[in-house]
């Protein structure tokens, strides 16, 4: 039973950046990222273990993008720098009861998803 509450997208321009906040209470669960673009399926974006350890990230964004957990607030962080329109989305927050893993589509909790939009 985990509740996920995302915050921190909104409309921007290309180079800006913004950072995306995800509470989550009940049980503290690996918490990760996705994203679907339009036209596109479902990626997992990064991820992130109950202790905030072992970031995980998909090579399209490592570097780029960066998942951080604040344990004591119970908070995951992804500030994400040099935003292109590619990386237009909704992005949602999930909670896994397994560690993050490439390729991955699916998790046990959602969020309702917010949405990140890049003007050229």
């Known amino acids: 039973q985990v509740h996920l509450v995302e915050s921190g997208g909104g409309l921007v321009q290309a180079g800006d950046s913004l950072r995306l906040s995800c509470v989550a209470s009940g049980r503290s669960y690996h918490v990760g990222w996705f994203r679907q673009a339009p036209d596109k399926e479902r990626e997992l974006v990064a991820g992130?273990?109950?202790?905030?350890?072992?970031?995980f990230y998909a090579d399209s964004v490592k570097c780029r993008f960066t998942i951080s957990r604040d344990t004591a607030n119970n908070t995951i962080f992804l500030p994400m720098a040099s935003l292109k329109p590619e990386h237009t989305a909704i992005y949602s927050c999930?909670?896994?009861?397994?560690?993050?893993?490439?390729?991955?589509?699916?998790?046990?909790?959602w969020g309702k998803g917010i949405q990140v939009t890049v003007s050229s």
């Open positions: 992130i273990t109950s202790t905030g350890s072992q970031p």
């Open positions: 999930a909670a896994s009861r397994v560690k993050w893993k490439a390729n991955r589509k699916l998790s046990d909790y």
